[in-house]
Nanobody, 127 residues
Framework: QVQLVESGGGLVQAGGSLRLSCAASGRTFSRYAMGWFRQAPGKEREFVGAISWSGGEPYYADSVKGRFTISRDNAMNTVYLQMNSLKPEDTAVYCC????????????????????WGQGTQVTVSS
């Protein structure tokens, strides 16, 4: 089992940057594929991006491609979401998610594919 804690959210002006972190407990973090999702008020949860447990070839939603970057440090049990060129429509609660995978490659892009979730961190982008 793994527990996830996000941090790094806050208030930023449009065009600015934030880096979110998701710290995981557990000794097998390196075998978990990770994902980031977000949910804005009154909207459904939205896939942001995902990374395999090997860290290769992250996959992104079209809405963030070219602006957001996912990375992971398995030695630190942490996955990151670097967000650049932020827009007001990026305002949401951002959550990380984890699922144990037998393969080092492959990402999971649907919320139903994840078993563990963090509580989320608020990101607010002002215009």
């Amino acid at each position: 089992q793994v527990q996830l804690v996000e941090s790094g959210g806050g208030l930023v002006q449009a065009g600015g940057s934030l880096r979110l972190s998701c710290a995981a407990s557990g000794r097998t973090f390196s075998r978990y594929a990770m994902g980031w999702f977000r949910q804005a008020p009154g909207k459904e949860r939205e896939f942001v991006g995902a990374i395999s447990w090997s860290g290769g070839e992250p996959y992104y939603a079209d809405s963030v491609k070219g602006r957001f970057t996912i990375s992971r440090d398995n030695a630190m049990n942490t996955v990151y979401l670097q967000m650049n060129s932020l827009k007001p429509e990026d305002t949401a609660v951002y959550c990380c998610a984890a699922v144990l995978k037998s393969s080092p490659i492959g990402v999971v892009v649907t919320a139903m594919g994840y078993d563990y979730w963090g509580q989320g961190t608020q990101v607010t982008v002002s215009s």
